[in-house]
């Protein structure tokens, strides 16, 4: 009788997306779509754009009061949302 190696689905996934250069772009999304979540509803509505550009999180704020507030919290923002994809995906965010 000769033992296969068994693997998770998931293993299974993760090798394939990482060996295809998939993995980076799909957690830069999954980071994306947890924004509102993580920065709470009320900044949601005041969110217009966000894109991911070399590690860093770019997000568009139209209240200026608020980008500001947002500013002085950008560290807790940065381990928030990296804590919610698991993954070290950015490490600053800007908002314009």
């Given at each position: 009788m000769f033992r296969r190696k068994v693997q998770t689905l998931d293993?299974?996934?993760n090798q394939v997306?990482?060996?295809?250069?998939?993995e980076a772009p799909l957690l830069q999304k999954r980071l994306i779509d947890v924004w509102e979540e993580v920065a709470?509803?009320?900044v949601a509505r005041y969110t217009q754009e966000k894109f991911i550009r070399n590690q860093t999180l770019f997000v568009k704020i139209i209240n200026p009061a608020l980008r500001a507030d947002l500013s002085m919290m950008q560290s807790e923002l940065v381990k928030?949302?990296?804590?919610?994809?698991?993954?070290m995906i950015i490490t600053e965010v800007r908002f314009y």
């Amino acid at each position: 009788m000769f033992r296969r190696k068994v693997q998770t689905l998931d293993t299974l996934l993760n090798q394939v997306l990482r060996k295809e250069g998939l993995e980076a772009p799909l957690l830069q999304k999954r980071l994306i779509d947890v924004w509102e979540e993580v920065a709470g509803k009320t900044v949601a509505r005041y969110t217009q754009e966000k894109f991911i550009r070399n590690q860093t999180l770019f997000v568009k704020i139209i209240n200026p009061a608020l980008r500001a507030d947002l500013s002085m919290m950008q560290s807790e923002l940065v381990k928030k949302l990296n804590a919610a994809v698991g993954s070290m995906i950015i490490t600053e965010v800007r908002f314009y």
